[in-house]
């Protein structure tokens, strides 16, 4: 799928599709006649892409200093190639971009690939230090809030769920509702695992029971609602049903780092069921764990935790059964 006027291209929806169904599927970007082959490749990996480059016999493979970017040698369609890859799932989406500009001072300018390779990342360099966009955790994490805040309207109304959202205001745990206080965890890795900032995120306040929703998504291809999506689902939902909150749910929206302006093209979908347990249940670091005076010394506090496989605990005052995105 090449424009020899523009380059070579391929839209990150078809992509987008490609992995939302679990197809593999492989675009060649350079033409039959010309040297070396470049091809696009979907999903052989095990729902990931890469760009697949023919290396001639004295051609060597680039040197990735990106931890994220990992570049090996493969034997595909009868040939040494070299396969650029990445190994962060929540990257993907930027990637896609990066591969084509490499295709494209591959098969529009005849660099070679070494040569293509470093000139693209020399020049994303400061692209890649500052996001194009929200930064994916961040709006991966704002997806998995709105669906638990509209589940909560669906019980509570809308006012009092757009109230009981604190996280965006500097609180330290997402939800705050009449008696107990709800942290909710999403991620897009293939296991459970969630990041936890500081030490008292996962403490619950003295009478405050603390219960903890966990979320995976997974890329939803059409089918998939992306954060712009949902978005504007909820405020359109707050607009018919109590217009007088839309003020608080905005600030909330803008303190979260959301932009009509940002670009926003990747659909996700729940991948499982939401696995709600109580805070105590989460395998996590406590100030009871760390001494008083290793906590004077201790300015800030970032671990991952895997919930992998854990069972619900039982008596969750929160259901989240089913949850999809609004």
Not at 193 to 205: K, T
Not at 245 to 255: E, P, Q, V
Not at 264 to 272: A, I, K, L
Not at 313 to 324: E, F, K, N
Request: hydrophobic letters at 40%; proline letters at 6%; zero cysteines.
């Amino acid at each position: 799928m090449t424009d020899s006027a523009e380059g070579p291209s391929l839209p990150w929806s078809t992509v987008e599709h490609y992995l939302g169904e679990g197809h593999a599927a492989s675009y060649p970007l350079s033409t039959d006649a010309a040297r070396p082959l470049v091809s696009y490749e979907i999903g052989h990996g095990g729902g990931d892409i890469a760009l697949f480059v023919e290396l001639g016999r004295n051609d060597r493979l680039p040197r990735s200093s990106l931890p994220a970017i990992h570049i090996d040698q493969v034997s595909a369609k009868g040939l040494r190639m070299a396969r650029i890859r990445t190994t962060q799932v929540t990257l993907m989406r930027d990637f896609h971009d990066l591969l084509l500009a490499v295709a494209d001072r591959i098969v529009t300018k005849n660099r070679s690939l070494d040569h293509a390779f470093t000139e693209t990342v020399d020049g994303w360099s400061s692209l890649l230090n500052r996001p194009r966009m929200l930064d994916v955790q961040r709006r991966i994490g704002l997806l998995g809030e709105l669906a638990t805040l509209a589940r909560l309207a669906d019980t509570h109304g809308w006012e009092s769920a757009v109230a009981s959202w604190t996280g965006p205001y500097g609180e330290e745990h997402d939800f705050a509702l009449g008696t107990f206080d709800l942290e909710v965890k999403t991620t897009a890795t293939e296991r459970r695992r969630h990041v936890i900032h500081g030490i008292e995120q996962l403490q619950a306040a003295p009478n405050r029971p603390l219960w903890v929703a966990s979320l995976r998504l997974t890329r939803g291809g059409t089918g998939g609602r992306t954060l712009a999506d949902a978005v504007h689902s909820v405020r359109r939902a707050v607009t018919e049903q109590s217009p007088s909150t839309l003020g608080r749910l905005d600030a909330a929206l803008d303190r979260s780092g959301w932009s009509a302006d940002l670009a926003d093209d990747e659909r996700w979908t729940p991948r499982d069921e939401t696995l709600v347990l109580a805070a105590d249940a989460v395998p996590r670091l406590t100030p009871a764990l760390i001494t008083a005076a290793t906590l004077e010394r201790i300015s800030a506090v970032r671990y991952e935790t895997d919930l992998t496989g854990l069972p619900p605990t039982p008596g969750a005052p929160v259901d989240l059964a089913g949850l999809l995105l609004p």
